[in-house]
């Protein structure tokens, strides 16, 4: 069965990086988008962007644009999100998902929850 | 890209039928047919409902429905149950430099 594991929560201090893992199984990995989504407490779903395995090329929304980078392994079948100079609002769980290229998501993983602190 | 527009939220009883809606523009619902719906329960994933408008993946209870006009589509549940209570969420590919966009989600609560 299809399942996208993510790696465990963490805690950064603003300013710092986070990088997020994402490791497939059930599925040819190169086959399917592999996009990022996060919800901060309380709020609803944000698209951040995605990454074709296939090739590696990637989509960010605007508003990440220049903070964000996707990239994989695909020797482990594994995504990875790094975002740069987290700031207090980027506490969110992250959330990574397998979509039909880029029209829905169809699995998700369980969620990263990254805490900003001072 | 503006997120889409729902309705914060909505209730029903047992048994009865709901209908969320979910605004956008012609650039994105009313101009693709590539919206999506997602199921969320409190501190679990969200769970895909309806695609490309108004089909529903394998396993999804068929009282849940999905239609589109214009720039609005519209989640329906009938024979409301109690374990359809949770957050509702639409999506709309958009074609542009973000390329999705979410609404902002409605409660949907099962008096």
């Known amino acids: 069965q299809v399942q996208l594991v993510q790696s465990g929560a963490e805690v950064k201090k603003s300013g710092a990086s986070v990088k997020v893992f994402c490791k497939a199984s059930?599925?040819?990995?190169?086959?399917?988008?592999l996009h990022w989504v996060r919800q901060a407490p309380g709020q609803g779903l944000e698209w951040m962007g995605r990454?074709?395995?296939?090739?590696?090329?990637?989509d960010y929304a605007q508003k990440f644009q220049g903070r964000v980078t996707m990239s994989m392994d695909t020797s482990i079948s594994t995504a990875y999100m790094d975002l740069s100079g987290l700031r207090y609002d980027d506490t969110a769980v992250y959330y990574c998902?397998?979509?039909?290229?880029?029209?829905?998501?169809?699995?998700w993983g369980q969620g990263t929850l990254v805490t900003v602190s001072s | 890209q503006s997120a889409l527009t729902q309705p914060a939220s909505v209730s029903g009883s047992p048994g009865q039928s709901i209908t969320i809606s979910c605004t956008g523009t012609?650039?994105?619902?009313?101009?693709?047919?590539?919206v999506s719906w997602y199921q969320q329960h409190p501190g679990k994933a969200p769970k895909l409902m309806i695609y490309?408008?108004?089909y529903r993946p394998s396993g999804v209870s068929n009282r849940f429905s999905g239609s589109k006009s214009g720039n609005t589509a519209s989640l329906t549940i009938s024979g409301l149950q109690t374990e359809d209570e949770a957050d509702y969420y639409c999506?709309?590919?958009?074609?542009?430099?973000?390329?999705?966009?979410f609404g902002g989600g409605t409660k949907l609560t099962v008096l």
């Open positions: 990454i074709k395995p296939n090739s590696g090329g990637t």
């Open positions: 490309n408008v108004s």
């Open positions: 999506s709309s590919y958009t074609g542009s430099d973000t390329l999705v966009i």
């Open positions: 012609s650039s994105d619902i009313g101009f693709y047919n590539y």
């Open positions: 998902a397998r979509g039909l290229w880029d029209r829905y998501f169809e699995y």
């Open positions: 059930g599925y040819t990995f190169t086959d399917y988008y």
